[in-house]
């Protein structure tokens, strides 16, 4: 083999250079290193190579787009490598999300995710007709309503978990999410996911604020802080007009509303909390005008005022959105009746309880997470009227205090599924017309009221529902006051 040693090979004329002929066969050996500079190397149709390619970016020699392989190949990537993909990937074997569905009916696309909004009304999900093995399909309950409103899924003459589409495929817990893969013509669809998330995120409130109420020199409009330790602060100067016995809550996760009472009349107007305790000047009344009602907070970030006295009891409630405004009259569900109590329970839902229809009561009414009141629950507990209530724990509720035709002072606590147990022992000065709110995220305070004489006592509830023994007054001395958290 003849060997030629040359610094430099260029074109004897114009500007291409060839190396061999058809057949041939150029090998660069072990070793040596093959460099271009500004240059473009233009390779055969096919490389072989049963070593190894290294090369900092691959392009297409013509048009916009290459293929990697043929049908049937395996491309791996090692473990310890990473496949990155900084452009739009299609193609792949991934869910396609789509936008948020809210309308009662979808016809689903295999490949895709479903954000199902069922806040308004149920969704009837239609499957494909036809489907291959490993097809994919995702529903998530988009804002935890399925509980009120379930999805019902028609497969559309395929099978689902084994069986025909004659079956009902119905699901309805709050904040569940479906993941279904074709798997053939014996068991059709089957779940690979069926899973709720149950603790959703949710913000609680670190303080508090009793507002309005009655001395024994009539109506007052005086508020009183409450800090993210239980502390009670003095009085701060009225604003709005004085009134007692009127509803306060939560709304927009850290603000709240006092709303409707009596001030010589029977009121609506509302006075918003910033999530600073400053109360606003009054806003016109939406609704019925009524005092001895209740109010809790429901979804998160929304309220509901919910029964009361018009010169007669009523059932009748109003929904507060999460900007603070106040719905129009609500047909009333459950039994009319006044001076009831009302708290959250379970992150996004709230309980009304107890009060007077003329005779004390202990029926609890229960509000989903979009506001809806639920009939009668049978009572537990002794029956009284002007109770206070307050969440604690995060996700549970209290109703303490209250008049049996006796000032008591015995408490119930509700279990984080909206259960109220029996009787706890009193604890503290027994009084009526007492009030409460959430404070430090997860504790309460029972507040004020009336017990031989005007009040403003206070009883800490801890986080997991114990109240403690009486705090002394500060602040006036009043009952019928309003309370609500807020920050």
Avoid: H
């Amino acid at each position: 083999m003849s060997k030629i040693e040359v610094d430099k090979i260029d074109p004897q004329s114009g500007t291409a250079l060839e190396i061999g002929t058809s057949g041939d066969t150029v090998t660069v050996p072990s070793g040596v290193g093959l460099t271009l500079t500004d240059s473009t190397l233009l390779l055969p149709t096919t490389i072989t190579s049963t070593t190894e390619v290294k090369t900092n970016k691959i392009s297409p020699a013509t048009g916009v787009a290459f293929a990697l392989g043929d049908s049937g190949d395996t491309f791996t990537v090692p473990s310890g490598a990473t496949f990155e993909n900084l452009g739009t990937a299609t193609g792949f074997a991934a869910i396609s999300w789509q936008t948020i569905v809210t309308a009662s009916t979808l016809t689903a696309v295999a490949g895709n995710g479903y954000w199902i909004d069922t806040t308004s009304n149920t969704c009837t999900i239609t499957l494909p007709a036809s489907a291959s093995n490993g097809d994919e399909i995702m529903f998530v309950d988009y804002a935890r309503n399925w509980e009120t409103n379930k999805i019902i899924i028609d497969s559309n003459g395929l099978n689902y978990q084994g069986d025909d589409d004659s079956f009902d495929v119905e699901y309805s817990t709050q904040g569940q999410s479906v993941n279904i893969v074709y798997s053939g013509a014996t068991n059709g669809w089957i779940p690979t996911l069926d899973k709720a998330v149950t603790d959703a995120p949710t913000k609680t409130n670190s303080e508090g604020i009793f507002c309005f109420g009655y001395t024994a020199a009539g109506y007052t409009g005086v508020t009183n802080l409450v800090s993210n330790v239980g502390v009670v602060a003095t009085d701060t100067s009225a604003v709005g007009t004085a009134k007692e016995l009127a509803g306060a809550c939560g709304y927009g996760n850290d603000k709240g509303i006092v709303g409707y009472g009596i001030d010589g009349t029977y009121t609506a107007v509302t006075n918003l909390v910033s999530n600073s305790g400053v109360v606003a000047s009054d806003v016109t009344g939406v609704g019925t005008a009524r005092y001895g009602l209740a109010a809790t907070e429901y979804g998160g970030d929304k309220g509901i005022f919910g029964y009361g006295y018009t010169g007669s009891n009523v059932s009748i409630s109003n929904l507060v959105n999460n900007s603070g405004v106040v719905a129009t009259d609500t047909t009333g569900v459950g039994t009319a009746r006044r001076y009831i109590a009302a708290c959250e329970y379970g992150y996004d839902k709230g309980i009304f309880g107890y009060g007077t229809t003329g005779s004390v009561v202990s029926m609890t009414n229960l509000v989903s997470n979009a506001g809806v009141i639920s009939t009668d629950v049978t009572g537990v507990g002794t029956s009284r009227s002007g109770t206070g209530a307050t969440e604690y724990g995060g996700n549970k509720g209290i109703f303490g205090f209250g008049s049996t035709g006796s000032n008591v002072s015995m408490t119930n606590l509700v279990s984080n599924a909206g259960v109220v147990a029996t009787d706890v022992t009193g604890v503290g000065t027994a009084r009526n017309n007492t009030s409460a709110c959430e404070y430090g995220n997860d504790k309460g305070i029972f507040g004020f009221g009336y017990a031989s004489s005007y009040t403003g006592v206070t009883n800490l509830v801890s986080n997991v529902g114990v109240v403690a023994t009486d705090v002394t007054a500060v602040g006036t001395d009043r009952s019928g006051v309003a309370a609500c958290s807020f920050n």
